[in-house]
């Protein structure tokens, strides 16, 4: 999940599919010049304006991601989600006089992120598909090499997308590499339930010690080249 990318989409067969997110920001950039000149306006009827307004911008962010967790939530089907509770705060740019206004756009992009309503679609779909959506740790997979699990903020130069494993020399779009990881980790939840019968539809991040050894797991995992749902490459020694 992302705001350049509303979700990247990595299948276990080496598909892929990217949901763009050009159109949600350019329409909501246009909501919210609108939105201004309303409230600096005032009025009774810009009041009335304001509340339509904001009816069709939910409309439009709703149908956006109706569509896009249709083609998200296949039928019979594992689906791994990034855990991006409080994600906002984790990653918030400074605000007011203090800010660039490259970091004031970065805040209003993320205040106007609309992944939870998308979870939710997502969620929904896949029961009424026989699919089920487990949520995963999202710690470090943008960072992370699915190829030889090296973990490095400078495997993401300059932040941008390009993916370059300083191990490996691996190199992927830095969101694809985040969906790889996930599928990987969801791979792992099922391993894992086939084997005790418990499933986890939402990862336990309350407790430190827990949460590190599940990383130290997830850092065992590797993504094959070769990958398809019968074979054991997905996992190293884990």
Known sequence: MGQRYLAVKAGIDNSAEFFSGKEIRHKANRYQRVRKILQRKGTRSAKRRLIAL???ERRFIANINHKISKQIAQPNSL?????LT???ERTKSKSGKRASKKQRKANKNKAQWSFAELHSCIDYKAIMNG???VKVMANYTSQCCPKCGHVSKENRPNKGLNFVCKSCDYKLHADLVGGRNIALRALLIRQDWMSTGILSASPDVSDEEAKAKSLQRFLELRWSL????DKSAFFGSG
């Not at 689906?79 to 855990?83: D, F, M, S, V």
């Not at 070769?226 to 749902?229: G, H, V």
């Open 54 to 56: 904001s009816g069709r």
């Open 79 to 83: 689906i791994g989600l990034e855990q």
């Open 86 to 88: 409080h994600i906002r």
């Open 131 to 133: 699919s089920l959506a």
């Open 226 to 229: 070769d990958a398809s749902p």
